[in-house]
C-alpha cells in the first residue's frame, strides 16, 4: 500500500495531529524548536532554528510507516531558496513541466538546490526502505542578495538562475552531489555543542558556509570546472530497488 498526500498534509498537518510532541532542546533558544511525531503517517522529528530574519536551518528525521507518494501542488509561491542535504533517503522527485518529465534523484550523498518562484507539479516518491535524514538551509533572495559586492546588488550572471526576481517566475530546481567539504560542515551542525547565543552564532556561520560551497559549486559546474559524479554503482542498484518497491505497491 502506498500513502499519499499533498506535502503539506505530511509536513504540516502530521505535526499538529495525535501523538505530538515539542521539545525544546535549548532552553535559552525560544526560536529553536523539535516537533517529535509519532502517528500512522510516520514516526520522527523535525526540528526548526530560526537564526535571523530571512534565514533558517531545519533538521528533519522520520520514517514512513509505508511508501509514500508526497503531492506538490503546481504554480505554489516560494519565497525562500532551500538548500536539502540528504543524509539518508532513497527516493526520487518527478516534476513535470511543457517539455517533459525530469527525474531529479533524492538519495543519500546528494542535495537539492531550489531557487524562488512558482513551483512546477512535482512528486515525490519515497519508500520506507530505510529513514528519512535531511538537513535544510532556506534563505530568502534579499538576504543572498546582501552578500553581493556591489551597490546594485545586481546578482552575477553564472549565479541568476537561483534568484528570481519575481516570485512569478518558475523555480530552478536540480540535484547535486554533496561535496566533502558540505559533509564536514554538514557534521558539525548536527554535532554543534554549544547553546544560547554562541550556538546561534556558530549555527548562523555554518549555515552561510554552505551556501557558500552551494554558490561555489554551482559557479564551477557551470565553467565546466566540476561535472556532477556519476552515481556509483550501490547507488543505481538502491534506485532500481526503491523503484520496484513502488511499483509492487
Not at 81 to 103: D, H, M, P, R
Not at 150 to 174: C, D, G, M, T, W
Not at 211 to 236: F, M, N, R, T
Request: neutral net charge; contains cysteine.
Amino acid at each position: 500500500m502506498t500513502i499519499i498526500l499533498t506535502d503539506e498534509e505530511f509536513f504540516e498537518e502530521q505535526l499538529q495531529g495525535i501523538g505530538v510532541e515539542q521539545l525544546k532542546p535549548d532552553a535559552t533558544d525560544k526560536l529553536d524548536v523539535i516537533q517529535k511525531f509519532h502517528n500512522q503517517i510516520s514516526q520522527g522529528w523535525s526540528r526548526r532554528i530560526q537564526l535571523r530574519e530571512g534565514i533558517f536551518i531545519k533538521i528533519n528525521h522520520y520514517q514512513p510507516t509505508d511508501c509514500l507518494k508526497l503531492i506538490y501542488h503546481s504554480e505554489r509561491e516560494c519565497r525562500f531558496l532551500k538548500f536539502s542535504f540528504a543524509l539518508s533517503a532513497i527516493a526520487q522527485w518527478n516534476v513535470t513541466s511543457i517539455l517533459g518529465e525530469t527525474i531529479l534523484p533524492c538519495i543519500t550523498g546528494t542535495y537539492l538546490v531550489r531557487s524562488n518562484g512558482l513551483t512546477l507539479k512535482t512528486f515525490g516518491n519515497f519508500s520506507d526502505v530505510e529513514p528519512y535524514s535531511f538537513i535544510e538551509v532556506f534563505i530568502k533572495p534579499s538576504k543572498l542578495r546582501s552578500f553581493v559586492a556591489s551597490p546594485e546588488r545586481a546578482f552575477p550572471l553564472n549565479l541568476q538562475h537561483l534568484v528570481k526576481p519575481s516570485n512569478q517566475e518558475i523555480y530552478y530546481l536540480q540535484t547535486r552531489d554533496t561535496q566533502p567539504a558540505m559533509n564536514t560542515v554538514l557534521q558539525q551542525i548536527l554535532h554543534c555543542p554549544y547553546q544560547g547565543i554562541v550556538k546561534r552564532a556558530f549555527l548562523e556561520s555554518k549555515a552561510i558556509e554552505l551556501i557558500a560551497l552551494v554558490l561555489d559549486h554551482e559557479v564551477a559546474i557551470g565553467q565546466g570546472e566540476a561535472k556532477k559524479s556519476p552515481l556509483k554503482p550501490e547507488q543505481i542498484e538502491r534506485i532500481h530497488y526503491a523503484k520496484e518497491i513502488l511499483l509492487k505497491n
